[in-house]
């Protein structure tokens, strides 16, 4: 029996303008996890996935083309080649929500990679798990800019530009983040897909506005290595305001955001893909309870506390 764990990851800046070339900054966040478990079956039974967490248990062979868990499972094996006929149990849980911006379904692809590679004894670097996992994304999320499955499989503070730069860079200063739930699920791909239509009307308007947003990640990223705790969170409130430009709020996250600020965050803004999902509010240890209860009263569903180190 084989047992892999990956974690959860917020984006703290660069959301959607990442997309379209531009850096963002993403940190794991190990409070939440998917844990895969892979076992031996009985010989003849071929391979079977039990889904805990959808009360789902069915055949591989009878799943769907898309499904994402199948499809990961064999393209991982083809990856591994362990041999024909095999005879397998593949439990999933996890404790990441789902559709909230917080990386699920590259975490749950992640650990169904880890633990099969394990499980046949096969090393494989962050970069093939990374670019597994991928694969997986383009089901989940149609044009992925790949930020999710590569700071899940790398686990570490991440600066990333699609298809070029991939740098994990060091935190000078701690600091804890509240990753609050609106209770709002956040449909990726069809926001994703509604900003390309947007961008396609107004080009020039979105093309300053993503803009603005790589120079936001870029000096996020400078602040957090210089242990600037309050320019990052300045530069969180600067994010929030240009994803609003591109209508990528909702009146749910505005008001966890507004609530944030008046509890004394240093700076908060949604994560993820937006109109749904979570916010994240950037506390002291001095505000983070009042900061916790003045997002509670605007309506949080539920916030998970988490130190970036
Ligand atoms: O999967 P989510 O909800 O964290 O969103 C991913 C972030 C986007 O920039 C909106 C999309 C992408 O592929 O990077």
Redesign the pocket.
Known sequence: MTVAYAPG?V?LF???A??YGRP?VAVPVTQVKARVIVEDAPKGCGITIVASDLGKTYRLKDAPLQDPLSFTILNTLELLSPGPDLDLKVTINSTIPIAR???S??AVSTAIVKALAEHFGKNLSKSAISDLVYET?KIH?G??????NTVIAYEAPLYFVKGKKMEIFSVKRPFILLIVDTGVK?H?KI??EDVRRAWERERERYERLFDEMGAVAEAGRRAIEDGDIEEIGRLMYENQRLLKLIDVSSPELDALVDAARRGGALGAKL????RG?NAIALVMKETYTRVSKMMKGAGARGVIITEVR
Do not use: F, N, R
């Open positions: 990851k984006i660069g959301e959607h990442v997309v963002a911006g917080l990386g379904g590259a994304e999320h044009t992925p800019s790949g930020i999710d956040s990726t926001i994703v994560s993820g893909a937006g999902g």
